[in-house]
């Protein structure tokens, strides 16, 4: 049966995490010790234990509350039952009841595009994407300094207000997300560009470093002075919107909670462009 989790049921919790995303044991206790909140997660119980579960995390655009879906996840022994679509389900009543009016996500893979489809959802945030590698001898041209949360918070809403779609995190999220990046490889940088302060959101990666999201015009140059700044040889740049080289790429997916009980595409709320980054995934 569908339930909101209880503080009892994080060892339950963290081994449907543990079976379905492995990764280091350390994230999972630091997201349960940091992050976790019994009612904004959902679960399916067998036998009064969670066997599935998904969280909603509270998110904003154009001032509507909505949630982002996260850590959507089922004991492979418990799979193809439909527990997810349960899962959705209730979701939306949950949410429905609190006054919500969308839910978002972002798929783990390409095949849970078709997948999130068949629950409603549309897939209505792209991201510009390119791969760079660090040219040879080289210098950096831009100047970093470590970006406080208070400054990232400020820098971050004026880059939003470009979105008339942009997905916000409330501060609370705002605040575990550039704590998880501070923490997990990665950090958030100001530099100047044109005498205005902006930032670079990344983290280093197996291959290299990956730039989340960057405020600066065109991001190339940014990223090439991270390359430099760190050390690393290859990025791979995300941006919300077009610059030279880049490719258009499907990110997150949406659908909209219409007053009259169905669901549809967030246009049907909000006008475009969309744009959502620096989700937990």
Known sequence: MEDFARRKDIPALKKIWAACFGGEREYADFYYRTRFRPKETLVWREKGLPVSMMTLMPLTIAGQTGAYIYAVATLPEYRGRGLVRKLSAFAENVLRQQGRTFMALVPAEPPLFAFYEKLGYRTSFFLWEKELS????????????????????????????????????????????????????????????????????????????????????????IAEALLFQTGLHKARICCGWEFPGASRIPYGMGKALLPDGNTGPLEQLFSPPFYMSLMLE
């Open 134 to 221: 660090c040219p040879e001898g080289g210098r950096a041209h831009t100047s970093f300094a470590r970006c406080p949360f208070g400054k990232f918070a400020k820098l971050r809403a004026e880059y939003l207000s470009g979105f008339p779609g942009g997905a916000a995190h409330p501060k609370g999220e705002l605040r575990y997300i550039y704590k998880e990046l501070c923490r997990y490889n990665g950090g958030v940088f100001t530099f100047l560009e044109d005498g205005a302060e902006e930032y670079a959101a990344f983290t280093r990666t197996e291959g290299g470093l990956w730039l989340r999201e960057c405020s600066a015009k065109d991001p190339l140059p």
